[in-house]
Nanobody
Framework: QVQLVESGGGLVQAGGSLRLSCAASGRTSSIYGMGWFRQAPGKEREFVAAIRWNGGSTYYVDSVKGRFTISRDNVKNTVYLQVNSLKPEDTAVYYC???????????????????WGQGTQVTVSS
């Protein structure tokens, strides 16, 4: 079992930045990948970014490439999402997730993840 605790969300103006954190606890040795998803009001949850735990390969949805950066701290069992140049359309609840199996793809599918955080709200005003 893995527990995920998210933090770092908030209200920012367009062009601002935030650093989202997701700390994993429990059986963290079973984590092979972690990712971020987001869900805006009235919309379905969408993939944002993912990182493979060992190799560190990263994956992003096209709309955030060049603005968002996912990273990890293996010792702290924490994944981060640095979000820069925020736009109002980035407003959403951001969820972190952990996968306990190895996938050869990009970890972009929600059904590849076994554990989910509670979500942290990111609101971007203009």
């Amino acid at each position: 079992q893995v527990q995920l605790v998210e933090s770092g969300g908030g209200l920012v103006q367009a062009g601002g930045s935030l650093r989202l954190s997701c700390a994993a606890s429990g059986r963290t040795s079973s984590i092979y990948g972690m990712g971020w998803f987001r869900q805006a009001p009235g919309k379905e949850r969408e993939f944002v970014a993912a990182i493979r735990w060992n190799g560190g390969s990263t994956y992003y949805v096209d709309s955030v490439k060049g603005r968002f950066t996912i990273s990890r701290d293996n010792v702290k069992n924490t994944v981060y999402l640095q979000v820069n140049s925020l736009k109002p359309e980035d407003t959403a609840v951001y969820y972190c997730a952990a996968a306990k199996h190895v996938y050869r793809g990009s970890y972009s599918r929600s059904d590849e993840y076994d554990y989910w955080g509670q979500g942290t709200q990111v609101t971007v005003s203009s």
